[in-house]
């Protein structure tokens, strides 16, 4: 994985540049106000107006997913009068694509964790949606130190042993600074596996994954259940992005009499014609089951696609549709947002990204304003829980505070149908 090769540069020039970057400007986007006075070196100090940031994708397929869920963000900041207890919060945006790439970019994640250092007034960062780029990002967040905390990423390996070295590489200052609030790939791909063995009954997978951080992941954990679960796994074999094509690798895959195709990956990285080939060499996805991570989730292109009918999709976390059933603070703030943009949001992230802020101004309001302030609400003590009654999600929202990882362990089935991911069941997790 390239993020690896970039890692250890990435980490020892933030160290170096810490001392520096302070008297640089931020070169991202503004999402609106003026930048609040701060006390020197901490941070936020005494200041009173505090900014918080979104570092997601804003080119590319993510574009809108990141768009609704800065929108949700924004319009939930409207309703609370921008205040965490004493603190009035403004909002900035971060894009870590690039155009060229059509995703997160790691040269682009680079320059954003020191952004976000250089702007003092900034005390948290609600991001990132990709793994890969918040494996590059925590490291430098952690020596500023400053808080972050995701809506999105799953890859296990950010609080917990996963891969050699995880998770203690990505904190080097030796305490914690990342949390999140969705479930992890280890749940995610086994829930995907025995929904695969145990509803759709099949009995011979081929895997594909993209060769990234977070597709890795999520295809090792399906295939290490599936084996448990008495699937046969037929291969796991990684998809070349940057290919016009991907009929050859079905035409061999179809020589294996596959039942299922399981892709572990992101819809950005080529995932249309994935698509398109798979139907196309395979048949239709009632003859060859097809399913994918929540890396293919919330996508309209996906959801336009006649070759996606019938395929399905794993969530970590509740869908848009089950919050909205609820009711409470999660489905008031969908009416909120359907009432604005004549629509609901096109992602089911955006009410997780509003969860992920709502953590954040948890932490904010019972801190002295400073970065380190609000990293000890989260890691230190009971650590931060949002009471059901205000959570968007509709339930208690408990941040670990030895690991950052949520109380919350949701997996939801999606079944693309008539252009929508229509919630289908919660899967349960083991």
Partial sequence: MRYRSIMAAVVAVAVTALSVTACKSSKSSSGGGTTGSTSAGGGGGSAKTLTISTDLPMQGASADASTDTIRAIQLYLDQINHKAGNYTIQLKTYDDSTAAAGKWDEA?????AQAHVANTNEVAVMGTYNSGCAKIEVPVLNAAPMLMISHANTNPGLTKKWDPGEPDKYYPSGKRNYARVVTTDDYQ????????????????????????TYGQGVATAFVNRAKTDGLTILGNKAWDAKQPSYAAIFQNIKTMNPDMIYVGG???????????????????????????????????????QPQAQGMYLSFAGLSTEQLIKGGGAGAQLINAYKQKYGSEPRTDYALYGVAAVQAILAAISKSDGTRQGVINQVFSGSGVDIPASQSVLGKEIKIDPQTGDTNNKDISILLEKNG?????????VT
Wanted: aromatic letters at 10%; glycine letters at 8%; proline letters at 4%.
């Fill in 108 to 112: 682009t994640c680079a320059n954003n």
């Fill in 189 to 212: 791909g086994a829930a995907a596996a025995d929904f695969a063995s145990q509803d759709l009954k099949v009995k011979r997978v081929f895997v594909l994954n993209d060769n990234e």
């Fill in 266 to 304: 992101i819809y950005d990285n080529n995932g249309g014609q994935l698509v398109k080939d798979k139907v196309s060499v395979l048949g239709d996805n009632n003859k060859v089951k097809f399913m994918a991570p929540d890396g293919f989730v919330g996508y309209p292109q996906l959801r336009a």
């Fill in 420 to 428: 929508q991911d229509s919630y289908l069941k919660a899967q349960p």
